[in-house]
């Protein structure tokens, strides 16, 4: 159940007008009177004479501020709330919400009872999930309500209601959400044949487009590039103090567009906001970072999967500023992957990118240049172009999909600590998305490995196990029944092939990092050690296990400080 606490206004009879009325897109439905303040308020939906109703209605409702000296009248003095049940949740009585209005009314202060003084209200439904009250701020003595913080006391109260009518418990917010989209927003998307409102399809381009950007110009050029209207608002001086977009084909009644300001998509898409991720970069790190970026999709998800695996590590043991910085910048990578995506695995990565965009905002406010890393491998999938979604491109996906998910997880656990409720659950659905994403990436780089796995002779298959055994005794039998082990034993003959000691490099990728989250911890162990050894993540171009590898195209053995040590190029 989700309360919405409105701005207040000064026309009560404008604000009965449009409760009253069809809507912007004929979307009331029965409006009529559930219940008011004294329980004999005219109901304008059932009279006869609705002209005469509904001012009568307005005229009993403002009857207190008109008491008052015109001196002492509140400039604003309409109270406006909605509270509208969840998806999914039966539709209550009209017993049911009267009651969900009078205790809304008095734990918000409008209406508290016991008798101390309260405001006059009126409940309009003209929806089956939903209810407006409509209350004047000055009580019946002519004093003013105690109604500080009234969105939170309705909040709470709503979360009791839940309980007690069994309806959908929604986890309580901190004020860091993004606004949702306005009912004749939804009504005009629908009206319009639009998946998504304006503020909803703007807001996730507009997050596209920050994500990895180096600086504001890039920034602008890539809402450009996505086709949106841009006004920048400027400060006489010449300075830019903030931005405003909107869609082309958005219009409103006078045809014109319909702009939103960033702060207004999200409290992190204000232009300030967006520049503290450049703050924290050195000034001379772009072009350094440019020069050794990778130069295709593969490679791009092979450096955005190392970054993501150190990232977790600093989720687990780094200060909570730091940490709200790795999550944001991770937020950056899952909008990277979402627009460099190959068809099978664009909607999972979509809907995973567009549920993490809640878990990276909380009340912690994030020190920015420790998550340049991150924001970096962001820059480098958009840079290095979209994946084709087969061979090195496909299984690195899956590979950095993997890695990610393991992320993703990892800002569940932080957020729960912190008991920040909507930003573990929209983790958590994010981790759901990365999970089916993960499915189709894998299918077949894994297929592959798997037959490989299961043409290794015996003895080699036997000495794989050993292996096994010997770097993670607690979890070899149950790795060894998974499906996934004969693509862990293929890819362990790869380390030994490359000169890589496996059971020390397996003992490695365990020790990183708990794996009670993981569906399968072979397929897990498969990414960590190809990565960890810096084999190709498709194997169909390799030699079969087995087959000797001269020794001049071997690997140097990796050291165990968990960095690669490659030949330096000759001066």
């Known amino acids: 159940m989700i309360p919405s606490v409105n701005k207040s206004g000064d026309r009560t009879l404008g604000l009965l007008y449009y409760l009253y009325g069809p809507g912007r897109a004929e979307e009331h439905v029965d409006p009529h009177l559930v219940t008011s303040s004294d329980g004999m308020a005219p ?18 409702l403002d009857q207190p501020v008109q008491a008052l000296p015109a001196h002492a009248r509140p400039a604003k003095h309409v109270w406006h709330t909605s509270v509208r049940a969840a998806p999914g949740d039966r539709t209550l009585s009209e017993d049911e919400w009267a009651d969900v209005a009078r205790r809304v009314v008095a734990a918000t202060g409008i209406d508290p009872g016991g008798g101390e003084p309260g405001c006059r209200w009126a409940v309009v439904r003209h929806a089956d999930d939903h209810i407006h009250i409509v209350a004047t701020l000055v009580c019946e003595d002519g004093s003013r309500p105690d109604d500080f913080r009234s969105g939170k006391r309705a909040q709470a109260e709503c979360r009791l209601i839940e309980q007690e009518l069994g309806l959908t418990v929604v986890n309580a917010g901190d004020g860091t959400a993004a606004k949702r989209p306005t009912s004749a927003e939804r009504y005009k998307a629908e009206r319009q044949g ?32 996505a086709g949106l209207l841009i006004r920048k608002r400027q400060a006489p001086s010449g300075d830019l103090l903030g931005y405003k977009v909107a869609l082309v084909d958005d219009r409103n009644e006078d045809d014109e567009p319909v702009y939103f300001a960033g702060s207004t998509l999200a409290p992190d898409l204000s232009l300030p ?15 350094d970072d440019r020069a050794g970026a990778p130069s295709g999709p593969a490679q791009a998800r092979r450096r955005a999967a190392a970054a993501a695996w150190q990232a977790v590590l600093i989720i687990d043991h780094g200060s909570d500023q730091q940490v709200a910085a790795y999550i944001a910048a991770a937020g950056e990578v899952l909008d990277a992957l ?69 992320l993703v997880i990892a800002a569940v656990h932080w957020h729960g600590r912190k008991n920040h409720a909507q930003q573990a659950a929209a983790a958590r659905e994010a981790a759901e998305h990365l999970r089916a994403a993960y499915q189709s990436a894998a299918q077949h780089p894994m297929a592959v490995l798997r037959h490989r796995g299961r043409r290794l002779s015996q003895p080699l298959q036997r000495r794989q196990a050993a292996h096994l055994r ?26 030994e ?56 195209a071997r690997r140097p053995k990796r050291p165990s400080n968990g960095h690669n040590t490659r030949p330096k190029k000759a001066r």
């Open 338 to 406: 979402a627009k460099t995506s190959a068809a099978h695995t664009r909607k999972q990565l979509r809907d995973a990118a567009r549920a993490f965009e809640r878990a990276s905002r909380s009340h912690v406010r994030a020190e920015r240049g420790h998550d340049r890393a991150l924001r970096q491998a962001a820059s480098d999938l958009i840079y290095g172009g979209p994946a084709l979604g087969r061979g090195e491109d496909g299984a690195t996906t899956a590979m950095v999909i993997d890695m990610v998910a393991f």
């Open 194 to 225: 639009r998946e998504q409102t304006a503020r909803e399809e703007l807001r996730e381009t507009v997050r596209r487009a920050v994500a990895g950007a180096q600086n504001e110009e890039e920034f602008f050029d890539r809402l450009a590039a």
């Open 273 to 287: 906001r967006i520049r503290e991720r450049w703050s924290g970069r050195q000034e001379d790190s772009s072009a």
């Open 470 to 495: 010997q770097a993670v005794p607690e979890l070899a039998e149950q790795i060894l029944a998974e499906p996934g082990w004969h693509a862990l034993a293929a890819t362990l003959a790869d380390v």
């Open 43 to 60: 109901d304008p939906g059932r009279a006869d004479d609705f002209a005469t109703a509904i001012k009568d209605l307005a005229a009993l």
């Open 497 to 552: 092939a490359a000169g890589h000691e496996p059971a020390t490099l397996l003992a490695e990728a365990v020790a990183h990092r708990e794996l009670d989250t993981a569906e399968s911890v072979s397929d897990v162990l498969v990414w960590r050690l190809r990565r960890l050894a810096d084999l190709p993540a498709d194997a169909s171009a390799m030699p079969e296990p087995g087959t000797a590898t001269p020794q001049s």
